[in-house]
């Protein structure tokens, strides 16, 4: 439960009130047909997109550590952060 200064209670009842007139409603309408535009944009072209790019991502890793294995190519070093060297030095 949160308690809001008598100030913030006075603003989001000020909004309620607001938000019922009929041009608030109207502005809202626009705002919800965008909205609805790029929801469907991103359903329909931008998923499929990005789902198919992680799965050739993930493939060309795996390809790489396949080689790595089959041609005995040793691991890279961990990475050391700079912090972690400045530490190391001290």
Do not use: C
């Not at 809001?4 to 919800?32: F, G, N, P």
């Amino acid at each position: 439960m949160t308690l809001l200064s008598r100030e913030q209670q006075q603003v989001l009842e000020q909004r309620h009130i607001e938000q019922r007139t009929e041009d608030w409603k109207a502005r809202y309408d626009v705002r919800a047909g965008v909205e609805g535009t790029i929801s469907q944009a991103v359903r329909r072209t931008g998923l499929p997109k990005t789902h198919l790019g992680n799965v050739l991502a993930v493939t060309a890793i795996n390809l790489i550590r396949l080689d790595a294995w089959l041609t005995g190519t040793p691991l890279g070093e961990t990475r050391i952060s700079h912090l972690t060297r400045l530490e190391l030095a001290a």
